[in-house]
C-alpha cells in the first residue's frame, strides 16, 4: 500500500478526480441492444431494418418508463401534443400542465429543460415591449426540433464508418497473405 498516495497527499497535490458517475440531468437510458424494451433495428447481419420507433419509444431513452415513469409519462403526453401542433405558445404550454395536472416545478425545472437539453424540442422567446408602459415581456414558444436526430445520426454514422474501416484494413490485410 506504500505505492498508494494516502487522501491528504492527494489533495495536496490537486490530482484527485471525484468518480461520482454521470449525473443524472446529463446522461440518457440506453438499454441493452437486445431487450426487450427495444423492438428489433437490425437483423442477424447488423444490417438495420426499415421499421422506426415512435415517439413513445424514443421518449424512453430520455426519461426510462422503468426508472422515471412520472416524468416519462409527462414527457410523452408533451411530445404527443407537439407532434399534433409542431408549435405551441407559453399559454399554451401553461394550459397543458394544468388540465393534466402536473406540477409546475416538475414539468419546468425538470421535463422541459431535459427535452430541450437533449435537441427534442426548441423553446424560442420574442422580447416584445407594451407600447403604453414601455414594460418588456418575451412569451415563449416550443417547437419540435431536429438537433435530437442529427445528434444520434452523426454519433450512429461515426461508429459504423469506424468498424467498415476496421474491417475493410482487416480484410487486406487477410488478401495480402494469401
Known sequence: MADQPDETE???????????????????????????????????????????WNAEELTNFIFSKKYQPKYYEIAF???????EKTQVSGDETAAYVKSNGISKATFYN??????????MIKVERDTIVA??????????????????GNYF?????????IVDDARSR?????????
Open 10 to 52: 492527494k489533495a495536496e497535490n490537486g490530482r484527485q478526480i471525484a468518480s461520482r458517475g454521470v449525473p443524472s440531468n446529463e446522461s440518457i437510458y440506453l438499454p441493452r441492444h437486445d431487450s426487450d424494451e427495444l423492438r428489433s433495428f437490425q437483423d442477424r447481419n447488423e444490417t438495420i431494418t426499415r421499421n422506426l
Open 77 to 83: 403526453g408533451f411530445i404527443k401534443m407537439l407532434v
Open 110 to 119: 425538470r421535463v422541459l429543460p431535459r427535452l430541450k437539453r437533449v435537441g
Open 131 to 148: 407600447v403604453e408602459s414601455k414594460r418588456k415581456f418575451r412569451p415563449m414558444r416550443i417547437s419540435l426540433s431536429k438537433t435530437f
Open 153 to 161: 445520426m452523426k454519433i450512429g454514422d461515426s461508429w459504423l464508418a
Open 170 to 178: 482487416q480484410e487486406k490485410k487477410d488478401q495480402m497473405k494469401l
